[in-house]
């Protein structure tokens, strides 16, 4: 069974400039999760989707970031325009009922915003 | 709202200590209680889940235990070894979201 993928594994971008990030969960895995975890600290829920609707969002700043997740399947995140304090790595995860809500995580994207 | 609570936040040992990592939630209406492991630079990789029906579960060198009554979780590392040294998250899964604590970042030296 494949794992969760996210790419790219690094950005370096611009304050002011834009960047996306893609996530492919496990197949079948109803709910995803997209993380923010800066240096030093626990991980923080930006955005939880069950199937391709909005579970959890209360801690995503809507006013640069956005998520969608088309089909149920993969989702993309998205900061407009980023600040220097968005420099974080940024975690995808999906689970299942059917394996007990065991959260599955991916690598990891690691943005250093300049 | 859950929160996590991890302790300590660090810790440093010899190889072959015996081991205990706290963490405590506020919310006992838990779905499930995860440990996960990170290391630098990397993602989470899951150690052990524990459903909200279980008291514990063991892999390997590994044991976590969960009283949902009091709010705690530990995970006991037996004879720990260099290569267990990490960041150690446990995350508690209530049923539409799941909450982090900050981590114990865990040194065994040789």
């Known amino acids: 069974e494949a794992g969760v993928a996210q790419s790219p594994r690094y950005k370096i971008i611009e304050k002011r400039q834009s960047v996306a990030f893609w996530c492919n969960p496990i197949s079948g895995h109803a709910t995803l999760y997209w993380y923010q975890q800066i240096l030093g600290q626990g991980p923080k829920l930006l955005i939880q989707f069950q199937n391709n609707g909005v579970v959890d969002d209360s801690q995503l700043p809507k006013d640069r970031f956005s998520a969608e997740r088309l089909k149920g399947v993969d989702s993309t995140l998205k900061i407009q325009p980023a600040k220097l304090e968005d420099s974080a790595v940024y975690l995808c995860a999906s689970s299942s009922i059917r394996q007990g809500m065991e959260a599955f995580f991916g690598q990891g994207t690691r943005l250093t915003v300049v | 709202k859950q929160e996590v609570t991890q302790i300590p936040a660090a810790l440093s040992v010899p190889e072959g200590e015996n081991l205990v990592l706290n963490c405590s939630f506020t919310?006992?209406?838990?779905?499930?209680l995860q440990w996960f492991r990170q290391d630098p630079g990397k993602g989470l990789t899951s150690l052990l889940l524990i459903q909200s029906s279980q008291r514990e579960q063991t892999s390997g060198r590994l044991n976590a235990s969960l009283d949902k009554s009091s709010g705690r979780s530990t995970l006991y590392i037996a004879a720990s070894q260099p290569g267990d040294s990490a960041t150690y998250l446990c995350?508690?899964?209530?049923?539409?979201?799941?909450?982090f604590g900050k981590g114990t970042m865990l040194l065994v030296s040789p």
């Open positions: 919310d006992s209406a838990i779905y499930n």
């Open positions: 995350a508690a899964s209530g049923y539409s979201t799941l909450t």
